[in-house]
C-alpha cells in the first residue's frame, strides 16, 4: 500500500496535480468548515485513489482538503439547508489577482461552485484514513454527451 498523501499547491501547477488527485471526490455539506477567524476552508472528502491507476481494485481515501489564508468563501448551486445532500468535487481552478491573490474555485457536479477569495494561493491536501474499497467497485466514469 501506498503512504498516505501530504501535498501542497502554492502555484497553478501545483494546483493541477491537486485538481486531478480530488476529481470525483465526494463530500457531504455537512463536511464543509469556513473559519474565518482563522482564514481557513477545509473540506473532508472521500477521495477516489486515481494515483493508484486502473487497478482492480477501485479504492477511495478520507483526505482533508485544506484553503489556508481564506478571506470569503461563496457558493452557487449548493443547498446549504440540507446538510445530508452528497457533493461532487470535479475541479480545482485558481483565478489570480493582484500581488498573488485571487479567487480558488471547487467546480461541482451539477452545475454547483464553491469560490474562495484567497490572500495567497495555499492549498494542502492530507489523506487521514486508511483506504477502502469504493462502495461502487469502480472507478468514476464520464460518459460523453452524444
Not at 461563496?74 to 439547508?81: C, E, I, K, P, T
Amino acid at each position: 500500500m501506498a503512504a498516505p498523501l501530504r501535498l501542497q499547491a502554492v502555484d497553478a501547477d501545483d494546483l493541477k496535480v491537486l485538481s486531478a488527485l480530488v476529481q470525483d471526490a465526494v463530500f457531504p455539506a455537512s463536511e464543509m468548515t469556513w473559519q474565518a477567524s482563522k482564514r481557513r476552508f477545509g473540506l473532508l472528502l472521500n477521495r477516489f485513489r486515481w494515483e493508484e491507476g486502473q487497478q482492480n481494485r477501485a479504492e477511495r481515501v478520507q483526505s482533508l482538503l485544506v484553503v489556508d489564508g481564506a478571506l470569503k468563501v461563496a457558493s452557487s448551486g449548493v443547498s446549504r439547508g440540507d446538510k445530508d445532500v452528497i457533493l461532487s468535487l470535479l475541479a480545482l481552478e485558481f483565478t489570480a489577482a493582484e500581488d498573488g491573490a485571487g479567487t480558488l474555485t471547487l467546480t461541482l457536479a451539477g452545475d454547483g461552485a464553491i469560490a474562495v477569495t484567497v490572500e495567497c494561493l495555499d492549498v494542502s491536501l492530507k489523506d487521514v484514513t486508511k483506504p477502502y474499497l469504493a462502495v461502487s467497485g469502480k472507478a468514476p466514469s464520464h460518459p460523453l454527451d452524444d
